[in-house]
């Protein structure tokens, strides 16, 4: 048999036609119950959607609230229960949804504002007088105004809707009069910050990091305040901030934190087998010595040595003051080293003045010295030309450094960019051969020197978004470009290897322009340790040198990988292939952390 349909007036409260709804369920055969039920959701009579679940019966309040919020979140704000249906054996029902007019909001009434700071508020709000309510449009509206009370000093501001009321016009339902309701509360003026568990990290520089001084008044969210104190990467842990009231509008901003250890070395080791059945495989891989916020101010040495295939090694030694003179200014300095066996060495030093735009935004005045001093082999004549060129070069440029970031151990969301262009003029001095190009015992060479305009670009990003329960999709991209009318193979960017494009022996192309863009699936275990799939895709674009030829060419790279926690360190361990060699021929790195 078929049930009765109960018509409802469309302005009843849809509670009454809800339990006469659920009555017809009880009475009902109860073996029902346990068989699969479709729900058929009709709005305006017209069908919409359909419903089909075993517990469809049991969870029919569900079905109905979120029919009704549905429609209410596209503007049709007076949708309500229609009524319900079932046909016999209770396994097709129907819900009939009445969702009346699209109702504009005719008034905007902000209580607990001054008449001037109304104005201001209405031009914060996306929801206008004459426009559709939507209720997420509205929620999105309060929380900036909260945020702007928090920027005007009132983070305890609390704001509300008291009523939404349905205005009438002569031929009915004319909109909204919309009333919100603010209580701006006092001001929070910081009488002192109370920094708990903090033994080497100075209070002055974690006022600084987030912003806030003694006196200062509060303008800003406590939480984005914590979360500036969590992304330094000095911190394993920092709790939500409280605020002590001392009398009046005095707080006391207390801050609890645990301190990450102060430095790291890391050691990453890998085997990399003979190419083409030659006898040259072997260890290669490189020590990292990390110190983290030397004296409690957030300044940092780092030094790396490389060893690299063949007799090829590299030095790099950094260091950097993100609080100079306790001011927003940052000076960082550098140095690297490579020396190719006996064919060359090359020499860079390099300093930045940097100054914090914005939280989070940092600019940098970059300038760059680099020298290059063949060796015995560099200097021999290949055709008519030396086959290493003596240079001298001093860039100067800017970058920009954008980082937002939930954590920097191991990040969930955020971005990472780092981006900068410079430019400089090379003095190039060779020796070349005079007359028709013969090796001759009494043949002459000159010393040619000449001067050439190069420009660089260095591109860096690293994009982190977290989907589903503990994984995070990591993309990103390393791109390095000189533009020069000729180019020295010590000129040339390297690519290839761990830290770089993964599946390729360390440092194999070199090239003008070399890029990686990288896709990398996580899944997190903990704090610091997650497994992890990778996909590179590495660019190459080389001009002819004396040591290599032209060529242009992509190399894709895919692996997968576990970094986890131990007694003795962070473990990293990779396996990582490529299209150019065999599984057999597959590159494993091993790196270990051990905290200082």
């Known amino acids: 048999m078929v049930l009765p349909v109960y018509k409802v007036n469309a302005f009843l409260k849809p509670l009454v036609l809800l339990a006469i709804g659920l009555l017809h369920i009880c009475v009902v055969d109860s073996f029902a119950q346990a068989q699969s039920v479709r729900l058929d959701i009709f709005i305006d009579s017209e069908f919409s959607s359909s419903i089909a679940e075993a517990t469809a019966i049991d969870s029919l309040n569900v079905h109905v609230n979120d029919a009704i919020y549905e429609q209410r979140r596209k503007g049709y704000y007076l949708a309500v229960l229609d009524s319900i249906a079932w046909n016999a054996p209770k396994t097709i029902g129907a819900i009939y949804i009445q969702r009346g007019p699209l109702l504009a909001v005719q008034h905007i009434n902000i209580q607990g504002a001054k008449e001037k700071e109304q104005a201001d508020l209405l031009r914060l709000m996306d929801t206008k007088p004459g426009q559709v309510l939507f209720p997420e449009q509205l929620s999105s509206d309060l929380d900036r105004i909260l945020r702007y009370y928090e920027t005007q000093g009132f983070p305890f501001a609390k704001i509300e809707v008291p009523t939404i009321q349905v205005e009438k016009g002569e031929n009915g339902v004319s909109g909204i009069a919309l009333d919100i309701q603010i209580e701006e509360g006092g001001k929070a003026r910081l009488n002192d910050v109370l920094v708990i568990g903090a033994k080497r990290t100075r209070q002055s520089y974690i006022e600084y990091l987030i912003g806030l001084r003694r006196g200062d008044t509060l303008k800003e969210d406590l939480d984005v305040v914590r979360n500036k104190l969590a992304s330094v990467g000095h911190f394993v842990q920092v709790a939500p901030i409280e605020l002590i009231e001392v009398g009046g509008d005095d707080y006391i901003a207390v801050i609890q934190v645990q301190e990450d250890v102060p430095g790291a070395f890391d050691l990453v080791l890998g ?17 990292h010595l990390d110190l983290r916020n030397m004296f409690g101010m957030g300044r940092r040495i780092s030094l790396r040595l490389n060893r690299l295939p063949g ?16 001011s927003p200014l940052s000076i960082e300095g550098g140095f690297e080293g490579i020396q190719q066996d006996s064919t060359y060495n090359q020499q860079s ?5 940097g100054y ?24 021999q004549l290949i055709g008519n ?41 090379k003095r190039r001095s060779a020796f070349q051969l005079e007359g028709d190009g013969r090796l001759e015992a009494s043949g002459d060479t000159t010393m040619s020197t000449r001067r050439l305009q190069q ?48 599946g390729y022996d360390e440092e194999r192309f070199r090239g003008r322009t070399v890029s990686r863009a990288l896709i990398e699936w996580r899944y997190l275990f903990e704090r610091t340790s997650y497994a992890y799939l990778f996909f ?12 290599f030829e032209a060529e242009r060419n992509i190399y894709p790279g895919y692996g997968l990988g576990m970094q986890f926690q131990t007694g003795i360190g962070l473990i990293n361990t990779s396996l990582a292939l490529s299209t150019l060699d065999s599984p057999s021929q597959a590159k494993v790195h091993v790196g270990l952390s051990f905290g200082l």
Do not use: C
């Open 385 to 425: 030309t030396q086959r290493i060129a003596r240079s001298e070069i001093t860039f100067w440029g800017f970058s920009i450094r954008y980082r937002k970031i939930d954590s920097p151990a191991n990040p969930r969301k955020g971005i990472h960019l780092e981006t900068g262009v410079e430019g400089g003029r």
């Open 455 to 502: 420009q660089r670009l260095n591109v860096s990003l690293r994009g982190y978004i977290p989907f589903y329960q503990r994984q995070v999709l990591v993309m990103g991209n390393d791109t390095r470009i000189l533009v020069s009318d000729e180019f020295d193979t010590s000129d040339l960017f390297r690519l290839g290897g761990a830290q770089s494009l993964r």
């Open 356 to 379: 914090r735009l914005l939280d989070g935004v940092d600019i940098f005045a970059t300038i760059n010295r680099e020298a290059v001093r063949p060796g015995q082999s560099g200097v």
């Open 311 to 326: 007799q090829i090694s590299t030095l790099e030694a950094h260091y950097a003051d993100p609080y100079f003179w306790g």
């Open 271 to 287: 085997y990399q087998p003979p190419a083409n059945n030659a006898n040259n495989g072997g260890v290669v891989g490189n020590g």
């Open 536 to 547: 590179d895709v590495g660019y190459v674009d080389r001009p002819q040198t004396a040591d």
């Open 349 to 353: 030093y390099r300093a930045a003045l």
